[in-house]
Nanobody, 123 residues
């Protein structure tokens, strides 16, 4: 199975914004619940956000606190994550993948993530 391709990461000052994107590569996203997880150096992967197959339902980790917005574009077959008001603790590699444990909101339920995109936040 070909993993998705994440992009959009970079270096940004605290308080800034980034828009991460995830493109299907091989199997379509359209029939799957998708989401984002992240991993900071020395830490375990943690759940960030998930979106239902229809795109009508979204769930975010508590630390998001209104700063992240996840969306999906069915026509383009992409998944986006808008991150506003970035904080130094948001620095991590962000991965998108299929959420096979809808409702668990746990990174361990994710499969088929890509290489990730690095987000670095300067204070």
């Amino acid at each position: 199975q070909v993993p998705p391709v994440e992009s959009g990461g970079g270096l940004v000052q605290a308080g800034g914004s980034l828009r991460l994107s995830c493109a299907a590569s091989g199997r379509t996203f359209r029939d799957r619940a998708m989401g984002w997880i992240r991993q900071a150096p020395g830490k375990e992967r943690e759940f960030v956000a998930a979106i239902s197959r229809s795109g009508n339902n979204r769930y975010y980790a508590d630390f998001v606190k209104g700063r992240f917005t996840m969306s999906r574009d069915t026509a383009q077959d992409t998944i986006d994550l808008q991150i506003d008001n970035l904080k130094p603790e948001d620095a991590a590699v962000y991965y998108c993948g299929e959420d096979r444990g809808w409702g668990k909101w746990d990174a361990s339920s994710f499969v088929s993530w890509g290489q990730g995109t690095q987000v670095t936040v300067s204070s």
